[in-house]
């Protein structure tokens, strides 16, 4: 957009001023401390002019893993007005796996079929025992076999190497999803080797906790830290319902925290000026329409279903499943293991774990009666805990400090 | 959440969907090319999440990216090291020298 074109856009000099601010503080890079400060004010100063309009409390959500740790880890959530909240949405597809499909995994791995999986999903703990195993790492110390992957190529060239019956347990987002679909589409997956595909979407996850929250806080106004990496291949486009359907301000942000607060302070002008749009501030890497080959990939080789999240139940157009020019690589067909229906989802998080209320934002880490009492990055009980990703876990390593304690000693607050 | 590792691309078989990366140890790895291709060539820098690259990003996206991890590696009381800065620093030099020019 050019310099005039901003300027059209703007509707009062008050308006233009902050967003020319905006704009400027767009180039610089890294915590510098004088732009956290300055950013930390004009916050500061949006969310009291919300307040003078008569808006109470304004509640933003992240949605990606990165953004929270960032959060998190600069101590974000110190810096902001009394009115505004931080919360972290679903953010991590480890933790919405169900533990059906956990349970498949271990069951597969004792009857002599290989499983690939990444670290984290392999410490997932389901909620029933199978040969008395909770979770792939269980299943692998009484003999099943398991074996560890980074990534989809490694399980490839495994399978293409040892020639077993074998099955890669497909965990992910948007972003590994393309990587998953160029490899079926150009036919280098072994005729030896499944895929049971956990593939989530995140844009029905953000409405449905939109939903929810709005449903709970009716006096309250919302805003969205859209996710980076997953916009790179969606496009900016994806998150536009939120702010034409729903009425919420809609920024993507880069990962630094000087991304975060100027999509904070981004969310609060729009806000205050009773507008919603979908901004890309994360202009170095992610584009209205996102990567359409990559898109194009993904619709070609899976379709999208009705999937269930761990803890929160059936969304909606939420899952990719393969498609039926790929079922013979298709897990669930080929070991006819059922998807789970809204008729037979149960709840499938341990007792007392709150990780499917974490995920939608409804409760914070801190709300879990288990959080760093009995469970601990080291021994972790939820699926929130377990991945690297999810919110408890980032809240258990990387929390308070840093960015904001320079930030309250620049302004003398002690 | 979509922790991506940055990396040189080495060079790529489109027709299987294949690229290898460098990620900063000299092995070139086989990764999957989940972006549009016409965007990578041998020296790009690309992002990497679970095997997959997911994006390219340019040498002031390499620096954010380092500051970002450097702090990551800082706070999980892992030691500020002079391995990481000349581990960008390579992947820097090795991109520059494969794209055939010396852009600094």
Same mark, same amino acid.
């Not at chain 1, 899952?319 to 013979?328: Q, V």
């Not at chain 2, 954010?64 to 990551?72: A, Q, W």
């Given at each position: 957009?050019?310099?005039?074109?901003?300027?059209?856009?703007?509707?009062?000099?008050?308006?233009?001023?902050?967003?020319?601010?905006?704009?400027?503080?767009?180039?610089?890079?890294?915590?510098?401390?004088?732009?956290?400060?300055?950013?930390?004010?004009?916050?500061?100063? +949006?969310?009291?002019?919300?307040?003078? #309009?008569?808006?109470?409390?304004?509640?933003?959500?992240?949605?990606?893993? %990165?953004?929270?740790?960032?959060?998190?880890?600069?101590?974000?959530?110190?810096?902001?007005?009394?009115?505004?909240? +931080?919360?972290?949405?679903?953010?991590?597809?480890?933790?919405? %796996?169900?533990?059906?499909?956990?349970?498949?995994?271990?069951?597969?791995?004792?009857?002599?079929?290989?499983?690939?999986?990444?670290?984290?999903?392999?410490?997932? *703990?389901?909620?029933?025992?199978?040969?008395?195993?909770?979770?792939?790492?269980?299943?692998?110390?009484?003999?099943?076999?398991?074996?560890?992957?980074?990534?989809?190529?490694?399980?490839?060239?495994?399978?293409?190497?040892?020639?077993?019956?074998?099955?890669?347990?497909?965990?992910?987002?948007?972003?590994?999803?393309?990587?998953?679909?160029?490899?079926?589409?150009?036919?280098?997956?072994?005729?030896?080797?499944?895929?049971?595909?956990?593939?989530?979407?995140?844009?029905?996850?953000? #409405?449905?906790?939109? @939903?929810? +929250?709005?449903?709970?806080?009716?006096?309250?106004?919302?805003? $969205?830290?859209?996710?980076?990496?997953?916009?790179?291949?969606?496009?900016?486009?994806?998150?536009?319902?939120?702010?034409?359907?729903?009425?919420?301000?809609?920024?993507? /942000?880069?990962?630094?925290?000087?991304?975060?607060?100027?999509?904070?302070?981004?969310?609060?002008?729009?806000?205050?000026?009773?507008?919603? *749009? %979908? $901004?890309?501030?994360?202009?170095?890497?992610? %584009?209205?329409?996102?990567?359409?080959?990559?898109?194009?990939?993904?619709? @070609?080789?899976?379709?999208?279903?009705?999937?269930?999240?761990?803890?929160?139940?059936?969304?909606? #157009?939420?899952?990719?499943?393969?498609?039926?020019?790929? /079922?013979?690589?298709?897990?669930?067909?080929?070991?006819?293991?059922?998807?789970?229906?809204?008729?037979?989802?149960?709840?499938?998080?341990?007792?007392?774990?709150?990780?499917?209320?974490?995920?939608?934002? *409804?409760?914070?880490?801190?709300?879990?009666?288990?959080?760093? *009492?009995?469970?601990?990055?080291?021994?972790?009980?939820?699926?929130?805990?377990?991945?690297?990703?999810?919110?408890?876990?980032?809240?258990?390593?990387?929390?308070?400090?840093?960015?904001?304690? @320079?930030?309250?000693?620049?302004?003398?607050?002690? | 959440?979509?922790?991506?590792?940055?990396?040189?691309?080495?060079?790529?078989?489109?027709?299987?969907?294949?690229?290898?990366?460098?990620?900063?140890?000299?092995?070139?790895?086989?990764?999957?090319?989940?972006?549009?291709?016409?965007?990578?060539?041998?020296? !790009?820098?690309?992002?990497?999440?679970?095997?997959?690259?997911?994006?390219?990003?340019?040498?002031?996206?390499?620096?954010?990216?380092?500051?970002?991890?450097?702090?990551?590696?800082?706070?999980?009381?892992?030691?500020?090291?002079?391995?990481?800065?000349?581990?960008?620093?390579?992947?820097?030099?090795? !991109?520059?020298?494969?794209?055939?020019?010396?852009? !600094?």
């Amino acid at each position: 957009m050019s310099m005039d074109e901003k300027k059209l856009e703007a509707t009062s000099s008050g308006e233009l001023a902050e967003r020319d601010f905006l704009d400027k503080l767009e180039g610089a890079f890294r915590s510098n401390i004088h732009v956290a400060v300055s950013l930390r004010n004009l916050i500061h100063r +949006l969310a009291e002019k919300a307040l003078m #309009r008569g808006i109470g409390r304004i509640v933003i959500m992240d949605f990606c893993g %990165t953004h929270e740790w960032s959060i998190v880890h600069f101590g974000i959530r110190s810096l902001m007005p009394r009115n505004v909240e +931080l919360v972290a949405g679903p953010g991590c597809p480890v933790c919405v %796996t169900p533990s059906k499909y956990i349970e498949y995994a271990v069951k597969l791995s004792f009857e002599g079929i290989t499983v690939y999986t990444y670290g984290d999903a392999y410490r997932l *703990k389901s909620l029933r025992p199978i040969n008395g195993a909770y979770s792939l790492q269980e299943a692998r110390s009484d003999g099943a076999s398991v074996q560890v992957v980074t990534s989809f190529i490694d399980a490839i060239r495994l399978a293409n190497m040892s020639g077993r019956e074998s099955v890669f347990l497909g965990i992910g987002f948007e972003t590994v999803a393309p990587g998953y679909a160029v490899a079926f589409k150009k036919n280098i997956v072994p005729g030896n080797l499944a895929f049971l595909s956990q593939v989530k979407l995140t844009p029905p996850a953000m #409405r449905l906790s939109l @939903e929810l +929250l709005m449903k709970e806080k009716l006096d309250y106004r919302f805003g $969205v830290i859209a996710p980076g990496h997953v916009s790179t291949i969606t496009g900016a486009k994806a998150w536009s319902f939120a702010s034409e359907e729903m009425g919420i301000p809609v920024v993507i /942000a880069g990962f630094e925290p000087i991304d975060v607060l100027i999509a904070i302070a981004e969310i609060l002008r729009q806000i205050v000026n009773n507008e919603s *749009k %979908t $901004v890309i501030e994360y202009r170095r890497a992610v %584009t209205w329409s996102g990567d359409e080959e990559a898109q194009r990939n993904i619709n @070609e080789v899976f379709t999208t279903i009705d999937d269930a999240w761990r803890g929160i139940g059936i969304i909606p #157009r939420s899952g990719l499943e393969l498609s039926d020019r790929y /079922a013979s690589h298709n897990a669930f067909e080929k070991y006819s293991l059922k998807r789970i229906s809204s008729d037979d989802w149960e709840y499938d998080l341990p007792r007392g774990c709150k990780c499917g209320l974490v995920t939608l934002g *409804k409760a914070k880490p801190t709300d879990c009666p288990l959080f760093m *009492k009995a469970c601990t990055p080291d021994r972790p009980i939820g699926p929130c805990m377990v991945s690297v990703e999810g919110t408890c876990s980032i809240w258990a390593r990387f929390g308070g400090g840093g960015l904001a304690d @320079e930030v309250a000693r620049s302004l003398e607050v002690y | 959440m979509c922790w991506g590792v940055p990396g040189v691309l080495i060079d790529m078989e489109p027709e299987k969907g294949i690229a290898r990366v460098d990620f900063g140890d000299g092995v070139p790895r086989e990764v999957l090319i989940g972006i549009t291709g016409e965007r990578l060539e041998r020296g !790009s820098l690309v992002i990497v999440h679970a095997g997959v690259i997911i994006s390219t990003i340019d040498e002031k996206g390499l620096v954010e990216t380092y500051s970002l991890l450097s702090d990551l590696m800082r706070e999980a009381g892992e030691q500020e090291d002079e391995g990481m800065r000349s581990y960008y620093d390579y992947l820097l030099r090795l !991109s520059r020298q494969l794209r055939g020019g010396d852009s !600094s």
